[in-house]
């Protein structure tokens, strides 16, 4: 697999309609006049570190005749979309499309340009957010309900493939909460909308125009198009939004376990139709689980109300749960359920 940047994944992806019907009579122009003044083209301009690092025990000598030999540091571009969510200027993108960039550019259809400043980005969702400052009111569009999306709704694309800017795709949700390896926070929106590099960090809007998923990745052997594309859900986009708005930064909550999951035997064993659950291998030491009695060997059922159907069901709720909270858990332990009490952490960057 590759993300945009490469590998096998490629660039981005879209999200679907909620309770979408048929294509719209006379197609999709209504809806792209008025959400498509809100999706920009973003040109990255970065530095690309010259080849090589020499050696630190190099006499000075060789090392000068080595450096003068190495290539200059030379200009990277990227270029990618986003989209504009409110009239103070925040646009959403990705986090691949900006990283490590030096100046980003913006450019909305009608033809204004603007330097964006990075309020934050968190590589772990592919999720950033930007900002620009204009004299006059800016288009933008609004998030709608990804968990609404039903396999088999219309959604509608638009981004800047390839740098051809505005170009609009449409296709169906093909699939929900995709697990593609590319982080632990895993639950894509799968989509055969038509999605390409340069479409990373755009749009992807249901009938009633509303974004319901962030273009971010494609599966893809020859590195176009086959109608495998990947958008990060809304629901957890405007999470994400909210923190990096506030402060630049994402923060999580912690539990401190390390889990693997059920096997068929264990499952048979204990009369379920099948493994579900979180199997704690391991409790570190003054943590949120240690302190609220979880042990070696406990089997983690539900979280703050919830079924853990899989190990990122709980990665997730648990990341999704502010430090300081005090959540419920039900636990299997030696045959018996039993309810604990967690007031949960705060995730350190080491400990992601």
Partial sequence: MKSLHKLTLSAAALALPTAALAVPPGGYGDLVEEVGPAVVFIEVTGAEPAAGQLPENLPRGLREQFRRQMPEATPRQGLGSGFIISDEGQIVTNHHVVAGAQVVDVTLPDGRAFVAEVVGSDPATDIAVLKI???????????????????????????????????????????????????????????????????????????????????????????????????????LVQDIVADLTEDGTVTRGWLGVQIRPMSDEVAEVLGFDGPRGAVVEAVSADSPAQRAGLKNGDIILTFAGKDVSELRDLTRAVALTDPDTVAQMTVLRRGAEQTLDVTIGTLADSEA
């Fill in 133 to 235: 400052t204009a004299d006059v009111d800016l288009p933008y569009v609004s998030f709608g309900p990804s968990d609404e999306m039903r396999v088999g709704d219309e959604v509608v694309a638009v981004g800047n493939p390839f740098g051809l800017s505005s170009t609009v795709t449409s296709g169906i949700i093909s699939g929900k909460s995709r697990n593609i390896n590319a982080g632990p926070y895993d639950e894509f929106l799968q989509t055969d909308a038509a999605i390409n590099r340069g479409n990373s960090g755009g749009p992807l809007f249901n009938n009633e125009g509303d974004v319901i998923g962030v273009n971010t990745a494609i599966l893809s052997p020859g590195g176009g198009s086959v109608g495998i594309g990947f958008a990060v859900p809304s629901d």
